[in-house]
């Protein structure tokens, strides 16, 4: 069983950068991939970034590449997203996601097991 809650949304103008934060509870955050989605208003979920067990592998989006970047460490069960130039966009709830059996690259919603509450973003323009 793995809980997670995000933190560090709010709002920003166009240009400027967040960073997003992510505490996962239990010992095993090590064995789970880990990724962050973000759902627009009358959207799908889209994953945005993930990463591996290690942090040794990320994915992005290709809407998000360059701007965004994913990072965890292990030793304190934290994952983070560091987003910079945000864009109109980008505007959406975020959500940590853990996957048991997933690997960075796992990008649809059924590939993970543990969701976060959600953390809001909106950039103005």
């Known amino acids: 069983q793995v809980q997670l809650v995000e933190s560090g949304g709010g709002l920003v103008q166009a240009g400027g950068s967040l960073r997003l934060s992510c505490a996962a509870s239990?010992?095993?955050?090590?064995?789970?991939?880990m990724g962050w989605f973000r759902q627009a208003p009358g959207k799908e979920r889209e994953l945005v970034s993930g990463i591996n067990r290690s942090g040794g592998s990320t994915y992005y989006a290709d809407s998000v590449e360059g701007r965004f970047t994913i990072s965890r460490d292990n030793a304190k069960n934290m994952v983070y997203l560091q987003m910079n130039n945000l864009e109109p966009e980008d505007t959406a709830v975020y959500h940590c996601?853990?996957?048991?059996?997933?690997?960075?690259?796992?990008?649809?919603?059924?590939?993970?097991?543990?969701w976060g509450q959600g953390t809001q973003v909106t950039v103005s323009s």
């Open positions: 996601a853990a996957s048991q059996y997933g690997s960075s690259g796992s990008t649809k919603v059924a590939d993970y097991d543990y």
């Open positions: 239990g010992r095993t955050f090590r064995t789970f991939a």
